[in-house]
């Protein structure tokens, strides 16, 4: 069980550390801006609070104090979720609002950690087991401690939960409505950390053992620390991950009408705008070429495309939805088209004056989207028989 607690505050403090090394990256350009500044704040707090929380779990004494490792792990935490709602108020709140409220947390934060400190060396906590800091072990003092402790780590949660979702709507940018809605979704995470570890603490203070479902606050925390990170740093990686996303797809839809464009190619060796090549630095270029290609070839075969044949999708397109089976017929008719232009077959009932079952070539996305479709029904024919 520690050493499920111990990966987990690694992982933690691991994301930590990388969303603190991202952003320092910025600093020359952005070091002047005090949202910057104050989000660096809070990531150091955040690698502080993990660090401390991982020294804790290897050695009870830390400068020669017992237990100070997690001492100093709470009283950071709590300046850490102080700090991270006042990266929301400068994200989302106008400059006296943010001003008038930061000092209210900053307020709240120095009582809290005061009020810590104070109960944990009331309580002995230099002289007690760590064990006693995990579950209370029924010490009134000690669990007057770490209850405060739940308590200064819920409020924020709470607080930021609720102001998220207006304050998303209200963002002009859409890095800043993403870093908002995952922010909500990190303190509905770390809320059910609290949750969680108010249960380990009461259960334990009733003497009831709930066995290794005191792992889920340990686990809520590490997932709740790492898509905090997320958040705090999606604004500057986000576009750019988008791009990258973006591009992969283009990428796959590029390999996938590969099979399709080369028997179109094959039969119309007319339709190749220029000669091709390996490079996919001009993606988007080739993906459009592509399409085109595939387009021009598909409106040589039509001579050749019987509308009155049969088509036999097997179980696979008997199973598809609407768009797949239509989808199967396309890519039926593509090959006995391209059979009909080879033995030079021209049907009576062809289809010379038609043009793509009347799909809508203006949107490309969506264009792609289909042919792709039709590429992959063409593929699985063509292995099938």
């Known amino acids: 069980m520690n050493t499920t607690r111990t990966v987990c505050f690694a992982i933690a403090a691991l994301s930590s550390y990388a969303a603190l090394v991202y952003r320092l990256g910025q600093v020359r350009r952005s070091w002047r801006d005090n949202a910057y500044r104050t989000l660096v704040i809070t990531l150091l707090l955040q690698c502080l609070t993990f660090t401390m929380g991982a020294v804790a779990m290897g050695s009870e004494s830390f400068l020669g104090v017992g237990n100070l490792a997690i001492l100093v792990m709470h009283v950071s935490a709590v300046a850490f979720c102080v700090s991270a709602q006042i990266i929301l108020l400068r994200w989302a709140t106008v400059a006296e609002d943010a001003v008038r409220k930061t000092r209210y947390w900053l307020i709240t934060g120095i009582v809290l950690n005061a009020l810590l400190v104070a109960l944990f060396f009331i309580a002995d906590g230099p002289g007690r087991p760590a064990s006693d800091f995990n579950t209370g072990s029924g010490q009134p003092l000690v669990l007057t401690y770490l209850l405060v402790f739940i308590v200064s780590q819920a409020v924020p949660c709470v607080t930021i939960f609720r102001q998220c979702g207006p304050y998303a709507r209200m963002a002009g940018k859409a890095s800043l409505r993403q870093a908002l809605r995952l922010l909500s979704v990190a303190a509905v995470v770390l809320f059910l950390y609290c949750l969680a570890r108010t249960v380990n603490i009461l259960t334990a203070a009733s003497g009831i053992d709930i066995g290794v479902w005191q792992l889920a606050a340990s686990v809520f925390s590490a997932v709740g620390i790492v898509t905090l990170s997320l958040s705090l740093t999606i604004s500057s990686w986000g576009a750019p991950a988008a791009k990258l996303l973006e591009w992969a797809r283009s ?60 088509v036999s999708g097997g179980g696979a397109q008997s199973a598809a939805g609407d768009e797949s089976r239509q989808a199967f017929a396309e890519a039926a008719q593509i090959r006995q088209a391209l059979h009909a232009k080879r033995t030079g077959t021209i049907p009576d009932d062809n289809a010379d004056a038609g043009d793509f079952e009347d799909r809508d070539t203006d949107n490309f996305t969506a264009e792609v989207a289909w042919l792709t479709k039709v590429a992959s029904a063409y593929r699985r024919l063509s292995k099938a028989g």
């Open 251 to 310: 990428y796959r839809s590029y390999r996938a009408l590969y099979p399709l464009w080369r028997d179109l190619y094959e039969s119309s060796p007319d339709i190749l705008l220029e000669p091709p090549g390996a490079s996919v630095s001009d993606l988007d270029y080739r993906l459009h070429r592509r399409v085109i290609e595939i387009r021009d070839g598909w409106r040589d075969l039509r001579p050749y495309i019987d509308r009155t044949a049969g």
